[in-house]
């Protein structure tokens, strides 16, 4: 089968810094302290596994960390005063996330800080957006869609500030800017929607447009990825989003010639591989 490969598939810029970051925490302390991340420090299961095999805690609550662990934050941030939390534990903090992230958390408390409301277009329970809006300095609003922001009792007279979660897609984002453009007279708007995330969504948009199926290979808890899979089925063609290649079987590409493959920012280089052997070895009608 002829495989169209996304060349922006696999690890994005944030995602494998945090990565070194992790790998020289356990290098430098080889079997001597307890290394922990709050969450999983990137959405992706394969990692996770390795991680803790190489006997990385992953702890979902604060009060498990103790003064004698060293916690790393995890790609997507953490909120304030979690951190705040874990710098008056004693615990060792090492903080892997995201520098657009962080930059994001930065310009959202700088432009709250005169007492403007917040409008962050993110999914609520993502860990990201749980950081980002700890960075408000007033209220803050998150919302999924263009829809449900039409939905909302804004009022005019106040100041607000419009942000995103940075691997949401940047069109969404720009409908979203002008419609409340014409609403609010007083909104700032920020610009932090990842680039990579722009140009990764974008050639996956036009490598489905001249496939006949996609696939998109990353972890299921990853947004980026699960919008990725979103953007190829929009185009009106058969998607795929898998954890590993393994999940799928020829009879899936039944009649079929070409396939499009990406992956989402989290996923490392030898699953995206190992889904194009495969893909490439189905024969097809035209073999």
Same mark, same amino acid.
């Given at each position: 089968?002829?495989?169209?490969?996304?060349?922006?598939?696999?690890? $994005?810029?944030?995602?494998?810094?945090?990565?070194?970051?992790?790998?020289?925490? #356990?290098?430098?302390?080889?079997?001597?302290?307890?290394?922990?991340?709050?969450? %999983?420090?990137?959405?992706? %299961?394969?990692?996770?596994?390795?991680?803790?095999?190489?006997?990385?805690?992953?702890?979902?609550? @604060?009060?498990?960390?103790?003064?004698?662990?060293?916690?790393?934050?995890?790609?997507?941030?953490?909120?304030?005063?979690?951190?705040?939390?874990?710098?008056?534990?004693?615990?060792?903090?090492?903080?892997?996330?995201?520098?657009?992230?962080?930059?994001?958390? *930065?310009?959202?408390?700088?432009?709250?800080?005169?007492?403007? /409301?917040?409008?962050?277009?993110?999914?609520?329970?993502?860990?990201?957006?749980?950081?980002?809006?700890?960075?408000? $300095?007033?209220? /803050?609003?998150?919302?999924?869609?263009?829809?449900?922001?039409?939905?909302?009792?804004?009022?005019?007279?106040?100041?607000?500030?419009?942000?995103?979660?940075?691997?949401?897609?940047?069109?969404?984002?720009?409908?979203?800017?002008?419609?409340?453009?014409?609403? @609010? %007279?007083?909104?700032?708007?920020?610009?932090? #929607? $990842?680039?990579?995330?722009? &140009?990764?969504?974008?050639?996956?948009?036009?490598?489905?447009?001249?496939? &006949?199926?996609?696939?998109?290979?990353?972890?299921?808890?990853?947004?980026?990825?699960?919008? @990725?899979?979103?953007?190829?089925?929009? $185009?009106? #063609?058969?998607?795929?989003?898998?954890?590993?290649?393994?999940?799928?079987?020829?009879?899936?590409?039944?009649?079929?010639?070409?396939?499009?493959?990406?992956?989402?920012?989290?996923?490392?280089?030898? *699953?995206?591989?190992?889904?194009?052997?495969?893909?490439?070895?189905?024969?097809?009608? /035209?073999?």
């Amino acid at each position: 089968m002829l495989v169209k490969r996304a060349k922006t598939a696999g690890f $994005c810029m944030g995602v494998s810094l945090a990565l070194r970051t992790l790998d020289k925490a #356990i290098e430098s302390n080889p079997g001597k302290t307890r290394i922990c991340t709050l969450g %999983p420090i990137i959405h992706n %299961p394969q990692v996770l596994t390795d991680y803790e095999a190489q006997g990385v805690v992953c702890l979902q609550k @604060l009060d498990s960390v103790t003064a004698c662990d060293i916690v790393v934050i995890r790609a997507h941030g953490v909120p304030r005063q979690d951190e705040e939390f874990l710098r008056q534990s004693g615990a060792t903090l090492v903080d892997a996330t995201c520098p657009r992230v962080k930059k994001a958390q *930065l310009a959202i408390a700088r432009a709250t800080a005169d007492g403007s /409301s917040l409008l962050l277009f993110g999914e609520a329970d993502h860990p990201e957006v749980r950081g980002l809006i700890s960075y408000a $300095c007033c209220k /803050s609003h998150v919302f999924t869609d263009l829809a449900t922001l039409e939905g909302m009792e804004l009022d005019s007279g106040q100041s607000w500030v419009l942000a995103s979660q940075t691997t949401q897609n940047a069109g969404l984002f720009e409908e979203i800017r002008a419609y409340l453009e014409k609403k @609010l %007279p007083r909104l700032k708007v920020l610009a932090t #929607i $990842c680039d990579a995330t722009d &140009e990764r969504q974008a050639e996956a948009l036009a490598i489905a447009k001249d496939v &006949e199926a996609m696939v998109v290979v990353g972890g299921r808890q990853s947004g980026n990825t699960r919008r @990725l899979a979103s953007l190829a089925a929009g $185009c009106g #063609i058969t998607t795929y989003h898998v954890e590993e290649i393994q999940e799928l079987t020829e009879q899936d590409f039944a009649g079929k010639t070409t396939v499009g493959l990406t992956a989402g920012a989290s996923t490392p280089k030898p *699953l995206i591989d190992a889904a194009e052997v495969w893909l490439k070895d189905i024969k097809t009608s /035209s073999n």
